[in-house]
């Protein structure tokens, strides 16, 4: 059987990243890497995280879409709305990764963004085996995942935290651990007792970047 492991919320922490792979011993030809969405934004490089990510995804790892890859994707096609959205939430940081020049909301005529784009729109919203569920941001707890809204999937936040009750584990990024821990400074894993592992440590706001290995659930960290 192989190791599972799950990281989310890389946001551009390219360096990071790199050195939590390195510190749980990742082998692809032995180990399933799932990573549960957010790979954009905030952080400084994430043109660089998603190269390597599509580069992971090609080993042989599973790859989930976040609620910030929406965005992108969204603000990409234009929706309405989305543009306004995605500048609150650190685009700006992205768009600067692919033209250093931007200095507004201009989207980068370049291939890689393109390209990049168009990976995350064929990205899956959860992974599910017989034991867990993998997904971005949680379940609607009244339905099961495959009729979850994927707007859920990747937003979804107290309703899941406090009333999922599934048999399955549900292992989720999204909302950063000090607030499930409720302590500003502990980053560590949340083992909720209903069933639901939170592995989104904060690292772009300080904290750190988490990897949960299963079924032991050992845990690897990097300071953010």
Same mark, same amino acid.
């Given at each position: ?35 549960? %969405?957010?790979?954009?934004?905030? %952080? ?26 929406? =965005? ?34 201009? =989207?980068?005529? /370049? ?6 784009? &168009? ?24 339905? &099961?995942?495959?009729? &979850? ?27 950063? &651990?000090? =607030?499930?821990?409720? /302590? ?31 079924? /032991? ?6 300071? %953010?």
């Amino acid at each position: 059987m192989k190791r599972m492991l799950a990281i989310s919320d890389v946001h551009g922490k390219i360096e990071e990243f790199e050195l939590l792979l390195k510190k749980a011993n990742y082998n692809a030809s032995q180990d399933q890497l799932i990573l549960v %969405g957010d790979y954009v934004d905030r %952080g400084p490089d994430s043109r660089a995280v998603l190269n390597r990510v599509i580069e992971l995804k090609a080993e042989g790892a599973i790859v989930l879409r976040g609620n910030h890859d929406d =965005m992108m994707v969204a603000a990409y096609h234009n929706e309405p709305g989305a543009l306004a959205r995605w500048e609150k939430n650190g685009a700006l940081y992205t768009l600067q990764c692919y033209d250093p020049t931007i200095k507004d909301m201009t =989207m980068p005529d /370049s291939e890689a963004f393109h390209d990049h784009v &168009t990976f995350l729109e064929g990205l899956d919203y959860y992974y599910a085996t017989d034991d867990y569920i993998f997904v971005h941001a949680g379940v609607d707890p009244k339905r &099961t995942v495959e009729d &979850t809204d994927p707007y859920d999937l990747v937003w979804i936040r107290d309703e899941f935290h406090q009333n999922y009750s599934g048999a399955k584990t549900v292992v989720f990024g999204h909302t950063p &651990t000090p =607030m499930l821990n409720n /302590s500003y400074s502990d980053h560590t894993v949340y083992f909720g007792e209903n069933n639901i592992i939170g592995i989104d440590g904060g690292a772009v706001f300080g904290g750190q970047l988490n990897c949960l290995e299963l079924p /032991s659930k050992t845990v690897y960290s990097i300071k %953010g």
